[in-house]
């Protein structure tokens, strides 16, 4: 989870301190006040829906909502058939994310592959630059501690890009995705990073493949009217 390095590193508490306000005394009562009054929770990835698993108020998981109109999808000719890998740092959130491990990785991508790769990095950029600065980019590298996409990732996914992410096998088993990969399940390790990089680039063919399916999956699973038919259902059943 984004706590695995604060648990590793209890040193690291004052960047942890948006995450540790909620196991406050005065956070805990305003969740206990909250929670005697609702009928139930409804989680919107596999994070949350592990933590809810076997309580007795959880009414399931719904995915988060994307309007896909919004994220046309960029296919781009790369100069001399190079690779283009973006990784996007926000520096209040990187240690959450693992970002260290992608920097790690791209320095021996950039050593081995400087002729096949074209690397981005960006650090803080608002979200409305963000959304537009990978548009030419074949593979986003999002975050590692996480069991399933957040909005970045899903975003990114919607453009038909090939995202490296929380796509852990609960995840897949409960997409039901046995055969088609949509998304590369991003780990805490840098060789493991940079094998996934390095099929990538040997492979540029299965980019195009995962990026189309990511596409499809975001499609499939997180279309904004369908989920919100969705939460209107549970709401009125419950």
């Known amino acids: 989870s984004v706590l ?23 956070y805990k009562k305003s969740h206990d006040l909250i929670y005697r009054s609702i009928n139930g929770v409804i989680c919107s990835d596999i994070d949350y829906s592990r933590a809810f698993s076997n309580n007795s108020k959880y009414l399931g998981l719904i995915p988060n909502p994307i309007n896909t109109s919004l994220f046309e999808t960029n296919t781009v000719e790369q100069p001399n058939n190079t690779i283009t890998i973006f990784h996007g740092i926000n520096t209040h959130s990187s240690i959450k994310k693992g970002s260290v491990f992608f920097t790690e990785a791209l320095k021996i991508i950039k050593e081995n592959y400087k ?104 499609k499939t699973h997180h279309n904004y009217i369908t989920i919100a038919n969705r939460y209107l259902t549970t709401w009125k059943d419950n």
Do not use: C
Request: glycine residues 4%; without cysteine; negative net charge.
């Open 115 to 218: 002729e096949k790769v074209t690397i981005i990095e960006t650090k803080n950029l608002p979200y409305k630059t963000y959304i537009n600065s990978y548009n030419k980019a074949d593979i986003v590298l999002d975050q590692v501690y996480s069991y399933d996409q957040g909005y970045n990732a899903l975003e990114a996914m919607a453009k038909g890009k090939v995202v490296f992410t929380g796509a852990e096998q609960e995840w897949l088993q409960h997409y039901n995705l046995t055969s088609n990969t949509v998304a590369i399940n991003a780990l805490a390790d840098v060789s493991y990073l940079v094998e996934q990089l390095e099929w990538l680039i040997n492979n540029p063919t299965t980019i195009k493949t995962i990026g189309n399916n990511a596409k499809d999956f975001i």
């Open 4 to 26: 695995t390095p604060y648990l590793a590193d209890k040193s690291l508490k004052n960047r942890f301190q948006f995450s540790l306000k909620y196991i406050s005394e005065a």
